[in-house]
């Protein structure tokens, strides 16, 4: 029986967040660069995507570059930049048949150029549609997000817009770059990595985390489905009892 026909529609996590994970590693085994890896991915997110939008996933939220990967070899971050422009090209029609939405979230500013006026051109286009929301990390890290979050604040509280006694949970997810998301109920890691790498830090306080050795350019929409399964199978207690949850 496949993991799609085995999930619970009425549970299905209203925001699901991955980080990509393995494409280089991917490559290596076919000796290859790992451009190649990086290439294949888009397969990957293809297949997500349309899961994601079959099963009714609100938010996907997809890790595409981080902060700290700029510190790659200049070859590497031009080939991703360029695999961005190319992709969002060639994907914006079928998401608007499929009536995805597109948003990014991290410092888009640092993007080239180009990379930024193909991001807004697909944003435009897709602006009407109402199904998935499809979340792009570029430029991102969670610590950036949160010190962005904390500068603001202060600017408000010097002008006094904001009185140090507001500032609470809900002014602090105002202020971050998901403001108008449900944080994630669940993570997903591929590659056989357990870490967060500096993704969505304050958003996965109580999020469920599926890691799978999976290679990010092998994951498909079946793999999604298993670790919505997974996440259906899970107890989430929030601090509670189990037998707080049973009564
Ligand atoms: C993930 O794959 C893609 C990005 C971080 C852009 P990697 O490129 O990190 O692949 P590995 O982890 O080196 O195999
Ligand atoms: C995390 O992957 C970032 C993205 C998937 C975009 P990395 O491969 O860069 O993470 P680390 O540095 O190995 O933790
Ligand atoms: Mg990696």
Known sequence: ?????????????????????????WAA????????????????????VEGASEVGVGYLTLYAFSTENWARPKEEVDALMGLLVQSISEETD??????????????????????????TW???????????????ALSYSS??????????IAEQVKSGEVDPSEI???????????????????????????RISNFL?????YSELYFTPKLWPDFRKEDLF?????????????GKTSQQLES
């Open 1 to 25: 029986m496949l993991f799609k026909d085995k999930l619970i529609l009425d549970k299905i996590p209203r925001h699901v967040a991955i980080i990509m994970d393995g494409n280089g590693r």
């Open 29 to 48: 085994q076919f000796g290859n660069e790992r451009t190649f890896g990086h290439e294949h991915g888009v397969e990957a997110v293809r297949s997500v």
């Open 94 to 119: 079928e998401l608007l048949k499929s009536n995805v939405r597109l948003r990014v979230i991290g410092d888009v500013k640092s993007l080239p150029q180009n990379v930024q006026e193909k991001l």
């Open 122 to 136: 697909s944003i435009d286009k897709l602006n009407a549609c109402s199904g998935l929301t499809l979340v792009l």
């Open 143 to 152: 610590k950036w997000e949160i010190v962005e979050a904390v500068k603001r």
């Open 168 to 194: 609470d949970y809900d002014l602090m997810n105002r202020f971050l770059n998901t403001s108008d998301m449900p944080d994630p109920e669940l993570l997903i890691r591929t590659s056989g990595e357990c």
């Open 201 to 205: 830090l304050w958003q996965i306080a």
């Open 226 to 238: 298993e670790a919505i399964y997974d996440f259906q199978n899970r107890e989430r207690r929030f």
